[in-house]
């Protein structure tokens, strides 16, 4: 069964410093997707990245970037020179697809608590 | 940018009451969903829906809760005879496939009292 861990149940940072949120997944198959979402304090999931398991280089998007590792399943999240507006609750997810199986639905991380200080 | 929309936004029930949450998914979507995130926990898969159907539910999903698309827009969980363990927040989603990634709608806080 798959299942993702992340470890890190609140993180508090200064702003402007860097802080990366861990990430590890298991799962059985050789094709999967991982994702990132943003829960601000109002609620709603912001998606942030989507990366399937072929694709193993990492991204940049502004101060985010990913690093995925097969070798050591896990998709870590970086934010650089973090901001106020970064404080939210952050959830790694897993989608495996199983082909057929019509379902695809996505397990999710337990989440880690973001607080940054002004 | 498409939209999932879902109504409403927040519900108070009474225990033992029955509830209807709605949502509207992508119209070009094939595969429809629901999850449940208790106040401060992780976000819980409840239900996928696939081709008029259920294809999966989790050991959440008994028999209290159902699922329906009756009209081939609307997306609907009901929820029979409300708990007051029921009290989450519950998001609907909607995806064309995993390649393409999920649609979440805004969620809605339902509050059992």
């Known amino acids: 069964a798959q299942k993702v861990t992340q470890a890190q149940t609140e993180i508090s940072v200064v702003e402007k410093e860097d802080v990366t949120l861990d990430c590890v997944y298991e799962t059985r198959d050789t094709t999967y997707y991982l994702f990132w979402y943003k829960q601000p304090p109002s609620g709603e999931l912001v998606f942030l990245i989507r990366r399937n398991s072929f694709d193993e280089q990492n991204e940049i998007s502004g101060r985010y970037s990913w690093n995925f590792q097969k070798s050591t399943s896990s998709f870590n999240f970086t934010i650089t020179a973090s901001q106020v507006v970064d404080s939210a ?3 790694c997810a897993l989608s495996e697809a199983r082909s057929g199986a019509g379902s695809y639905q996505l397990t999710f991380g337990k989440g880690t608590k973001l607080s940054v200080i002004p | 940018e498409p939209e999932v929309t879902q109504t409403p936004s927040h519900q108070v029930t009474q225990m033992g009451q029955e ?3 709605r949502c509207v998914p992508i119209s070009n979507h094939l595969y429809f969903y629901w999850y449940r995130q208790i106040l401060g926990q992780k976000v ?4 996928s ?3 008029n159907e259920i294809s999966e539910k989790s050991e959440i999903f008994d028999d209290q ?3 329906e698309r009756p009209d081939g827009s609307n997306f609907t969980l009901k929820i029979r005879s409300t708990k007051l363990e029921d009290s989450a927040m519950y998001f609907c989603a909607s995806s064309a496939g995993p390649y393409y990634g999920y649609t979440f709608g805004s969620g809605t ?3 059992v009292v």
Not at chain 2, 44 to 47: C, D, G, I, K, W
């Open chain 2, 65 to 67: 809760f159902s699922v």
């Open chain 2, 109 to 111: 806080r339902l509050t």
């Open chain 2, 49 to 51: 829906f696939y081709n």
């Open chain 2, 19 to 21: 509830v209807i949450l």
């Open chain 1, 89 to 91: 609750v952050y959830f």
């Open chain 2, 44 to 47: 819980e898969f409840l239900v």
